[in-house]
């Protein structure tokens, strides 16, 4: 078969380097893609993500068998739909359906009707509400914006004025929302659920760090880090995520007429009381992929053309690789904040001399002379797999000690607590 992948970020060089490695998938076009995809993989011009037309003419001109749409962006938009209407098998929601992840009221109102455990909300449209709700709810404020934010919308903090402030510039889009949020304590945990519209079917459950600096200090971004799969879970807690959030939301989803096709992006706290849900995200997530795909040994075309075709049910359970996996992200200078971008990219061949670890690209660009430079936030994805996560860690920080990226920034501390059999749960 021949599939399609829309994006340009590591999460959709991962998803083109497991495509590749199945043996049903004969070529891959990516559209826009980036130059580490372009290594492996045709890339198409997009200009704009959104563009289901253009995603359209890519597919037909290509006669794909199978479309993949990896950001949350053109999903939100439609995309899947334009797509489906013009006779494509579409792995992704429709915009109906990716309403969970592009309202985080949406998503309360679906987990309310299938009873899913999440935190207590309040959607607010005024700041007189807002500050009510932070009464309400208390220290730390969970202050979040209800629209897509590329990950930045939340302001966790114990400073009233700094969330006050947060939910004033949220207000202040047009048609701006706010959700005030109790805080959850407790670990994090991401967990990906393939779904047909009907079936649901679990990936391997990962660990994310969304504060920039190690420690957790700082701003939330995109995500710095993340390994797979997590030794300290408890053990049912994949078939209890499954029977108590996936399940129900996709059955909910179908029975309001906008069935879930794609990937139900679980993200939780696991808190005293049990787990809670956090959000919702119609995509896989970035970088938690990354280390998902490294350890997934069923072919990923055949998996995702089945839950595109609402075949899912053939599947019982996939297959893992036994080691461990970890990511780090090299990110540009002054990322969350408006980044740094053409500074060179240098040593990705000397990474090759690190067992197992290999870099996947995400802000990258060719300069006029060809030659790789920075061109967003999150530059790169250092993936390394290892017999245990200390081996993981230290082929993966090996691996980023050959980078060379000017004014770049990393977390030192990826999957360190969890290599030492730090973390536990409430
Ligand atoms: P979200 O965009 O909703 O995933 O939130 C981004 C990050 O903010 C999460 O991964 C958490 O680290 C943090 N966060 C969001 N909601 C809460 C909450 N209710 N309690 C504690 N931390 C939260
Ligand atoms: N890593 C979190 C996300 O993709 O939203």
Not at 40 to 49: F, G, I, K, N, T
Not at 234 to 241: S, V
Request: with cysteine; hydrophobic share 45%; net charge negative.
């Amino acid at each position: 078969m021949k599939v399609l992948v829309i994006g340009a970020g590591a999460r959709e060089h991962a998803i083109v380097r497991s495509l590749v490695a199945d043996p049903s998938v004969d070529a891959v076009v990516a559209a826009p893609g980036n130059p580490g995809i372009g290594l492996v993989a045709r890339c198409e011009p997009l200009d704009d993500v959104t563009d289901g037309a253009a995603a359209l003419a890519i597919a037909r001109h290509h006669e794909v068998d199978l479309v993949v749409i990896g950001p949350e962006v053109p999903l939100v938009a439609g995309m899947a739909d334009v797509l489906r209407d013009g006779g494509f098998d579409v792995f992704g929601p429709s915009a109906d359906a990716a309403r969970l992840e592009g309202s985080k009221a949406f998503a309360k109102q679906v987990m309310s009707a299938a009873e899913v455990p999440t935190g207590l909300a309040h959607l607010c449209t005024t700041l007189d509400e807002v500050t009510d709700s932070m009464d309400a709810l208390g220290t730390p404020y969970v202050i979040k914006d209800d629209g897509l934010a590329a990950g930045k919308g939340v302001v966790v903090t114990e400073d009233r004025e700094a969330g006050v402030a947060h939910a004033a510039a949220c207000l202040a889009k047009d048609g701006g929302q706010v959700v005030v949020e109790e805080f959850l304590d407790g670990p994090e945990v991401s967990l990906f659920v393939l779904s047909d519209g009907v079936n649901v079917l679990p990936l391997s459950p990962a660990q994310d760090f969304k504060r920039v600096g190690d420690d957790d200090a700082g701003p939330n971004t995109g995500g710095m880090g993340a390994y797979s799969p997590l030794d300290w879970a408890p053990a049912h807690l994949t078939d209890d995520l499954v029977s108590r959030v996936a399940q129900p939301t996709v059955d909910e989803m179908r029975r309001r007429g906008t069935p879930f096709v794609g990937v139900l992006f679980i993200g939780l706290a696991l808190t005293s009381r049990g787990p809670r849900v956090i959000e919702f995200n119609a995509r896989f997530g970035d970088p938690e992929t990354q280390v998902v795909l490294a350890r997934l040994r069923t072919p990923l075309g055949q998996l995702l053309r089945a839950a595109a075709t609402g075949r899912l049910d053939e599947y019982d359970a996939l297959r893992w690789s036994d080691e461990h996996a970890v990511t780090v992200v090299v990110a540009a200078h002054n990322y969350p904040g408006t980044p740094r971008t053409g500074d060179r990219v240098d040593g990705l061949d000397d990474v090759e001399g690190v067992p197992t670890a290999y870099v996947l690209h995400a802000g990258t660009a060719l300069d006029a002379e060809g030659a790789l430079v920075s061109s967003g936030g999150r530059v790169l994805s250092v993936v390394a797999t290892g017999a245990d996560l200390r081996e993981a860690r230290e082929r993966a920080y090996a691996a980023v000690g050959h980078v060379e990226l000017e004014g770049s920034h990393h977390r030192g501390d990826i999957a360190l607590r969890a290599s030492r059999g730090e973390v536990t749960v409430g």
